[in-house]
């Protein structure tokens, strides 16, 4: 079955009490047993819940995995995928990635005696002096946020595999759409399903997805013992938004396209992170590992000027100044002071990411008029 189909149809089927063709809500806390023990898959909801189970289904099969587990936001993912972990392990993982998971891995899991190494990942080999025998696990994103790096799965998952550690790619960006990370070898996939999963911007969601079952086990069972679970009503939301993603992404993607290289031409910008330029670092991986680009752009202007950033931010109409992405509606952000402020100055500035650094999620609005909003923002 080809992505446009799964999206529609995997892991849904028609209710079987009413042929309902959309996954009902199953708005319930607990379920009716005949006898202790004598039910019908399904006990209490924290630990399975329909919906959810459908959701997990789909999701599963848009990443060519065997099971998917959902929970509550994107960060309880990250919760549940570093909670494989023991005291005393260690995590290498990218210097450029969202600035909610460095803080959990800085300020949270450190206290608890993990070790976290950062580096750039974009080349693999970098990997190699960081590797003790206390590490277990190797984190990427990819395309990375903000800087949208591009770093080589297949090479690093080759690494994972030669030394026995884990392999997490957080997929958020690209969606299950643009790329797949368990088929170039990864372990453990995560989304924020907050984001090109649900679409619409009215959900916050997150899930696992792996191809291991003694892997998945481990996982349901922090998900059930730690209860970060979604309810019904956001799993029946990222049900909805799924059976559009091939529709969003493709627009959302064209769009991009447009106006990076709109950007790129502009005579006030100075810098355009896009990973479909040619000139781009890795854009041959990105070619080999993507199906597109994807739809978020960053960008600097001349001079590297604060306040002129904040003018622009300050200035557009249909992209909306906002933190999050992957919705419909296009949106403007400023990285330092908002996804990444609690990555510290120093550790910003050693990725590029200066405070003049203006990201965008673009969406499917028509691609002129996002280009004449920013055309007369920057001036």
């Not at 898959?41 to 329909?50: I, K, L, V």
């Not at 693999?124 to 591009?150: A, F, G, Q, R």
């Not at 493709?250 to 330029?277: M, S, T």
């Amino acid at each position: 079955m080809k992505f446009n189909t799964k999206a529609v149809h995997a892991g849904v089927d028609p209710d079987p009490s009413t042929g309902a063709i959309m996954t009902p809500i199953f708005q319930t806390s607990t379920y009716v047993q005949a006898a202790p023990g004598d039910h019908k898959g399904y006990e209490y909801a924290r630990t399975q819940n329909p919906t959810r189970h459908a959701l997990e289904k789909s999701l599963a099969a848009l990443e060519n995995g065997s099971h998917a587990v959902c929970f509550s936001s994107g960060m309880a993912a990250v919760d549940a995928a570093i909670k494989l972990l023991d005291q005393g392990d260690e995590v290498i993982s990218t210097n450029d990635l969202y600035g909610g998971t460095y803080r959990s891995f800085t300020k949270i899991y450190s206290r608890f005696g993990l070790g976290f190494h950062f580096t750039d990942l974009t080349n693999p080999e970098n990997i190699l002096p960081l590797i003790n025998s206390n590490t277990k696990m190797i984190w990427v994103e990819t395309p990375t946020n903000p800087m949208l790096n591009i770093i080589d799965i297949e090479a690093v998952a080759a690494i994972a595999r030669g030394h026995g550690l884990l392999l997490v790619v957080d997929n958020t960006f690209a969606s299950p759409y643009l790329q797949n990370p368990l088929d170039l070898g990864a372990d453990i996939v995560l989304h924020s399903a907050t984001k090109y999963l649900g679409g619409h911007s009215d959900v916050v969601h997150g899930t696992l997805i792996v191809k291991d079952p003694n892997l998945a086990e481990r996982l349901f069972f922090i998900q059930n013992g730690n209860g970060a679970v979604p309810g019904p009503q956001d799993c029946f939301l990222v049900l909805r938004g799924i059976k559009t993603l091939h529709l969003r992404m493709q627009r959302a993607c064209e769009n991009a396209a447009r106006i990076a290289r709109f950007l790129h031409d502009h005579p006030k910008v100075d810098k355009v992170y896009w990973p479909g330029f040619e000139h781009h670092p890795n854009h041959a991986i990105a070619a080999k590992q993507m199906r597109d680009f994807g739809a978020m752009v960053s960008f600097t202007l001349h001079g590297d000027d604060y306040d002129e950033a904040l003018r622009v931010l300050s200035n557009t109409h249909l992209f909306s100044l906002a933190e999050s992405l992957g919705g419909v509606e296009s949106l403007i952000g400023h990285p330092a002071s908002m996804t990444h402020a609690s990555i510290p100055k120093e550790e910003r500035l050693k990725t590029g990411l200066v405070d003049s650094l203006i990201r965008l999620s673009i969406g499917i609005e028509d691609g002129d008029d996002l280009i004449e909003d920013l055309q007369k923002a920057i001036g």
